[in-house]
């Protein structure tokens, strides 16, 4: 009878068991910011284990999402690079940054998830997300053709000109000798 | 070419000034070579060419709307390496027809009679072929002007592309010469400094998208045109400072020591009369 109630519980699945929660913290910043279209920014995170055991792999990967209107994002043209792998002690921090180019104008919020990583992630685990960076992007054309069209025409017309003196005045020598 | 250089002093007089004689012939030669090209209204047209493609990428850069969204740093970039690129592209056409240009018109034979060492006619064939990258470069600066004025980056990015473009000019001037020295005929020289333009600049042209692995490394590294031009781009648009990415100018540097050095101690063997090539 034993042996058959041994044997009953070893065949039966194990109870499903909830997974835990990452144990680290995200910090960010600047929380706000503001630049033109085109401009370069860098992002600050400081992932910190909060928990007692290590964190294993983990990955914080950058998003970049459009918080106003129907403006398009795509987030590989606002940093190439939005992944970064890690793992951390207990109690251990870490600061990533982020190159960041805006690439299109209007009001953004860029954020960092932190995801398990690597073949044993179930799925089911929680993710901590950074506080939101708020980017203002404003639309502004840097050159202007009127700017450039002085030099744009000028130049060629110049350079024309004294090639075409030049070169002629060096044919009529040649055959005055 | 026609060379006047006056006829040696006999005496004592001349043993104590031949050596300063023949230091400086090599710069008759260069004034010779510079009036030849300049003169002539050869060098001239160049730069007029170089000036409407200039002016045809300066005004893209400012009106259309997909380049406009460019950071003007990258516009800057833009401007700069596409002069630099064309400013070596014409040192080395001109370099190219130095020595066969010479074979094919006739006149190596009186240039080589001439009481001028065969290594200051090489020394200023060079010199005359890098006046073309100076006055090159010295149309560019309005079109930098332009697009650079209010970033603050002008005098960078002109202290940038003079030095990193006389580099690369001053190696690719050297094999140009080399190569002209090397064949009888003035086609074949500019064909083979051209297809090996190409092959320089090929790299520079893949998709920035392509996945950039080690073998994209060691291919930009190895390239002097290419590694001087990403040596432009890390400091104008990625903002690193002179000495960070200073590895890649290795190779534009070791391509001007060693092609210049090869053109200076193989050169005077490589000008020389060639059978079958019309000697006037």
């Known amino acids: ?177 | 070419m026609t060379l006047q250089v006056a006829p040696p002093a006999v005496g004592t007089e001349q043993d104590r000034r031949t050596g300063t004689q023949l230091q400086s012939r090599w710069l008759v030669v260069a004034e010779q070579e510079c009036r030849d090209l300049w003169t002539s209204g050869r060098g001239l047209i160049l730069v007029f060419l170089f000036s409407v493609l200039l002016s045809g990428v300066t005004y893209l850069t400012s009106t259309n709307q997909a380049l406009n969204f460019l950071e003007q740093r990258e516009s800057v970039n833009l401007v700069l390496q596409f002069a630099v690129a064309v400013g070596v592209l014409a040192t080395l056409v001109v370099s190219a027809d130095g020595i066969s240009g010479e074979r094919e018109r006739g006149t190596l034979e009186t240039l080589l009679v001439t009481p001028v060492s065969r290594r200051s006619i090489i020394g200023g064939k060079l010199i005359a072929a890098l006046s073309l990258w100076i006055a090159t470069f010295l149309v560019s600066i309005p079109y930098v002007w332009v697009l650079a004025r209010g970033v603050g980056i002008l005098g960078r990015a002109l202290a940038l592309g003079f030095f990193v473009g006389t580099l690369v000019a001053v190696g690719l001037g050297s094999i140009g010469l080399l190569i002209s020295a090397a064949c009888n005929s003035n086609k074949t020289s500019i064909t083979a400094s051209i297809f090996l333009l190409l092959i320089l600049f090929a790299p520079t042209q893949l998709p920035s998208g392509l996945p950039q692995g080690w073998f994209f490394d060691v291919l930009l590294r190895a390239n002097p045109v290419a590694s001087g031009l990403a040596y432009i781009s890390s400091i104008l648009v990625e903002g690193h400072s002179w000495p960070q990415d200073l590895a890649l100018l290795i190779t534009p540097l070791l391509t001007a020591l060693i092609a210049g050095g090869a053109l200076m101690f193989a050169g005077p063997r490589l000008v020389r009369l060639t059978r079958g090539v019309n000697a006037g």
Request: hydrophobic content about 50%; cysteine-free.
């Open chain 1, 1 to 177: 009878m034993i042996g058959l109630l041994v044997g009953v519980l070893t065949w039966l699945p194990a109870p499903a068991v909830a997974a835990e929660p990452l144990s680290v913290k995200v910090i960010v910043e600047p929380v706000h910011l503001e630049t033109v279209l085109g401009g370069r920014f860098m992002i600050t995170t400081e992932i910190t284990n909060t928990g007692a055991a290590p964190s294993g792999e983990i990955l914080a990967h950058l998003n970049v999402a459009s918080i106003e209107g129907s403006v398009y994002v795509d987030p590989e043209d606002w940093s190439p690079n939005r992944s970064q792998q890690l793992s951390l002690e207990p109690g251990e921090r870490q600061k990533l940054s982020w190159e960041i180019q805006a690439v299109n104008a209007g009001h953004f919020a860029a954020y960092v998830v932190v995801v398990p990583f690597g073949s044993n992630v179930a799925g089911n685990e929680a993710l901590m997300i950074s506080p939101l960076v708020d980017v203002d992007v404003a639309s502004r054309s840097t050159l202007t053709a009127g700017g450039a069209l002085p030099v744009v025409v000028m130049v060629p017309l110049l350079l024309g000109l004294a090639a075409a003196g030049v070169f002629f005045g060096a044919r009529r020598r040649g055959s005055d000798r």
